[in-house]
T-cell receptor
Framework: GESVGLHLPTLSVQEGDNSIINCAYS??????FIWYKQESGKGPQFIID?????DKRQGQRVTVLLNKTVKHLSLQIAATPPGDSAVYFC?????????????FGAGTRLFVKA | DSGVTQTPKHLITATGQRVTLRCSPR?????VYWYQQSLDQGLQFLIQ???????AKGNILERFSAQQFPDLHSELNLSSLELGDSALYFC??????????????FGSGTQLSVL
């Protein structure tokens, strides 16, 4: 099952360093993956997405890598500022009858020290 | 601001009671999703509606129900509330509810406390 809050994995980095957040997904049939950022008191916010026919996608300061062989996603954040401190979730879209479900991973808490 | 509006922001009630959470999706979005976020269970998908029809179902309890109205707003009804239902409930919306290319836009959530 998934778990967040008190048991969240935590990554602590210095301001200006690069951050790498990892995620393992569960369904080999998933073909669309998204990273979300959740700041305290707010809902998750889209960061970047990637389809299964790609292994890398770059955005502004962020890069997502997808390794389908081992069902692994990573989010790389360049020159991380304190404002990036938040919980980061990977999510996979699983297609079911009549619709799809976006299933979230457990989340990783990122602390950026000034 | 995501454009998704949820009310109320906070709700405090007692066990056994029933509450209704409301969500207005982004302008133009036809699909609405409900998620529950608790400390020990993370973000759990509850249910999805598309243009008034139920599209997908997750781990939604029988005590919970939802609907999407013709104006596309949605309500999540929680009844016979238990202490364990205390959580943050998020609504999200997307344009079509199609896989492979749709990200979700989340509201700020309703914090439900069952005492």
């Amino acid at each position: 099952g998934e778990s967040v809050g008190l048991h969240l994995p935590t990554l602590s980095v210095q301001e200006g360093d690069n951050s790498i957040i990892n995620c393992a997904y569960s369904n080999s049939a998933s073909d669309y993956f998204i990273w979300y950022k959740q700041e305290s008191g707010k809902g998750p916010q889209f960061i970047i997405d990637i389809r299964s026919n790609m292994d890398k996608r770059q955005g502004q300061r962020v890069t997502v890598l997808l390794n389908k062989t081992v069902k692994h996603l990573s989010l790389q954040i360049a020159a991380t500022p304190p404002g990036d401190s938040a919980v980061y979730f990977c999510a996979e879209n699983i297609i079911g009858t009549g619709g799809f479900k976006t299933i979230f991973g457990a989340g990783t808490r990122l602390f950026v020290k000034a | 601001d995501s454009g998704v509006t949820q009310t109320p922001k906070h709700l405090i009630t007692a066990t056994g009671q029933r509450v209704t959470l409301r969500c207005s999706p982004r302008s133009g979005d036809l699909s609405v999703y409900w998620y529950q976020q608790s400390l020990d269970q993370g973000l759990q998908f509850l249910i999805q509606y598309y243009n008034g029809e139920e599209r997908a179902k997750g781990n939604i309890l029988e005590r919970f129900s939802a609907q999407q109205f013709p104006d596309l707003h949605s309500e999540l009804n929680l009844s016979s509330l238990e202490l364990g239902d205390s959580a943050l409930y998020f609504c999200a919306s997307s344009v079509l509810g199609q896989p492979n290319n749709e990200k979700l836009f989340f509201g700020s959530g309703t914090q439900l406390s069952v005492l």
